[in-house]
């Protein structure tokens, strides 16, 4: 296959770096946090995430390769197998820790929640970039979104996975904002979400309306609903301005940290290379944040430029909700670390996003 000498001229090797480097340090939180801990024989995890890795590149690299002008054709499609899968795991799932998420195929799980995200993102694109206009959309106009939305986020609560869940609707929401709503309807859908917010805690389950209250007071319950945070909150303090060294973490070796390679990775990392370390990656996030917008700027495509969007608002709402919530700022929900926690299906679909910039990115030049 005869690729176009501009594609490589333009390739975005900034952003392909800055992605590799992140992965560099999870990675190093990552064998630290499996090998260290005391709880027991984990270190085949970390093999396991470079494999994923190696499965996830590949993915970027055909999402990378792939017109991504292509996939308004097909988002419909993609929009509907994921649907599927979701609606597949909720009947034949594999049960997890009292959730069915996983669908087993032989040796592999696989997390259609996570692929999803991918999903939402694209059909949104498709949507938007055909009826966006500069007056703002209307509440007709938005319902089809909303719909495209909604149901993802009713599939994916009844694993149940609220995390996820919020994760599809923060993304919905954030290209939704970008495209642009009429006053009159926002207006509208501020009172309305108003009204009826109070009125999910009637619908949530039982551990999750314990988490939202030991978010509001952990030392209700030290031993148990708020044993995780209170643990988290410990190992963050305790790195102080440079860390206790790699390896080193006290919290993370005697088994304090609950879900230490998963939602709680952050405070490994913080508790072995301190403020400065911590700071050093919320860093190398904003850097790719922002990465993200000015490539959704430069794009002279709606449907590239909105699906910039969707991926750049997937990875900043994961950084924003997963550190917070290590921190005690949020109630624990389970949402992963972009890069950093451990996970397949993560990874892949992390990676595919990166392959969507440095595709968006790359072909620029074919509107300039």
Same mark, same amino acid.
């Given at each position: 296959?005869?690729?176009?000498?501009?594609?490589?001229?333009?390739?975005?090797?900034?952003?392909?770096?800055?992605?590799?480097?992140?992965?560099? =340090?999870?990675? !190093?939180?990552?064998?630290?946090?499996?090998?260290?801990?005391?709880?027991?024989?984990?270190?085949?995890?970390?093999?396991?995430?470079?494999?994923?890795?190696?499965?996830?590149?590949?993915?970027?690299?055909?999402?990378?390769?792939?017109?991504? $002008?292509?996939?308004?054709?097909?988002?419909?499609?993609?929009?509907? #197998? &994921? #649907? /599927?899968? !979701?609606?597949?795991?909720?009947?034949?799932? %594999?049960?997890?820790?009292?959730?069915?998420?996983?669908?087993?195929?032989?040796?592999?799980?696989?997390?259609?929640?996570?692929?999803?995200?991918?999903?939402?993102?694209?059909? =949104?694109?498709?949507?938007?970039? %055909?009826?966006?206009?500069?007056?703002?959309?209307?509440?007709?106009?938005?319902?089809?979104? /909303?719909?495209?939305? @909604?149901?993802? +986020? @009713?599939?994916?609560?009844?694993?149940?996975?609220?995390?996820?869940?919020?994760?599809? *609707?923060?993304?919905?929401?954030?290209?939704?904002?970008?495209? $642009?709503?009429?006053?009159?309807? =926002? =207006?509208? @859908?501020?009172?309305?979400?108003?009204?009826?917010?109070?009125?999910?805690? +009637? +619908?949530?389950?039982?551990?999750? $309306?314990?988490?939202?209250?030991?978010?509001?007071?952990?030392?209700?319950?030290?031993?148990?609903?708020?044993?995780?945070?209170?643990?988290?909150?410990?190992?963050?303090?305790?790195?102080? @301005?440079?860390?206790?060294?790699?390896? %080193?973490?006290?919290?993370?070796?005697?088994?304090? *940290?609950?879900?230490?390679?998963?939602?709680?990775?952050?405070?490994?990392?913080?508790?072995?290379?301190?403020?400065?370390?911590? /700071?050093?990656?919320?860093?190398?996030?904003?850097?790719?944040?922002?990465?993200?917008?000015?490539?959704?700027?430069?794009?002279?495509?709606?449907?590239?430029?909105?699906?910039?969007?969707?991926?750049?608002?997937?990875?900043?709402?994961?950084?924003?909700?997963?550190?917070?919530?290590?921190?005690?700022?949020?109630?624990?929900?389970?949402?992963?670390?972009?890069?950093?926690?451990?996970?397949?299906?993560?990874?892949?679909?992390?990676?595919? &996003?990166?392959?969507?910039?440095?595709?968006?990115?790359?072909?620029? +030049?074919?509107?300039?």
């Amino acid at each position: 296959m005869m690729i176009d000498r501009r594609f490589v001229k333009h390739f975005d090797w900034g952003l392909l770096g800055l992605t590799f480097l992140i992965v560099f =340090l999870g990675l !190093l939180t990552l064998y630290s946090a499996v090998t260290s801990s005391t709880a027991g024989p984990q270190k085949i995890l970390y093999f396991k995430q470079l494999v994923w890795y190696c499965i996830g590149l590949a993915a970027m690299i055909f999402s990378l390769f792939i017109n991504y $002008k292509l996939l308004d054709r097909w988002a419909p499609v993609i929009y509907a #197998m &994921c #649907m /599927f899968l !979701l609606l597949y795991v909720l009947l034949f799932g %594999k049960y997890v820790a009292g959730a069915q998420r996983w669908i087993m195929m032989g040796p592999v799980s696989i997390q259609p929640s996570e692929l999803a995200k991918i999903a939402v993102i694209i059909i =949104l694109a498709r949507y938007y970039s %055909k009826h966006a206009n500069i007056g703002g959309l209307n509440l007709r106009e938005l319902f089809t979104p /909303f719909l495209l939305a @909604i149901i993802p +986020f @009713i599939l994916i609560v009844k694993q149940p996975d609220l995390g996820t869940g919020m994760i599809v *609707l923060l993304i919905a929401g954030s290209m939704t904002v970008f495209v $642009k709503i009429e006053r009159r309807s =926002l =207006l509208c @859908i501020i009172t309305s979400c108003t009204i009826t917010v109070p009125l999910v805690w +009637f +619908f949530l389950k039982g551990y999750q $309306k314990r988490r939202i209250l030991t978010f509001l007071d952990p030392d209700r319950d030290p031993l148990g609903a708020g044993y995780h945070v209170i643990q988290s909150k410990i190992a963050i303090g305790s790195g102080m @301005i440079s860390g206790k060294g790699f390896l %080193k973490g006290t919290q993370n070796a005697l088994a304090f *940290l609950p879900e230490q390679h998963t939602d709680f990775i952050f405070s490994v990392l913080a508790e072995e290379w301190g403020f400065l370390g911590a /700071f050093i990656l919320l860093c190398l996030f904003l850097i790719f944040i922002i990465w993200g917008l000015n490539i959704a700027y430069r794009c002279r495509e709606p449907f590239g430029t909105i699906i910039a969007v969707g991926v750049t608002a997937m990875i900043f709402w994961q950084v924003f909700i997963n550190i917070a919530m290590t921190m005690g700022l949020m109630p624990i929900v389970g949402v992963t670390l972009p890069f950093i926690s451990y996970g397949g299906s993560s990874v892949i679909t992390t990676m595919i &996003c990166v392959g969507l910039l440095l595709n968006i990115s790359m072909r620029r +030049f074919l509107a300039e």
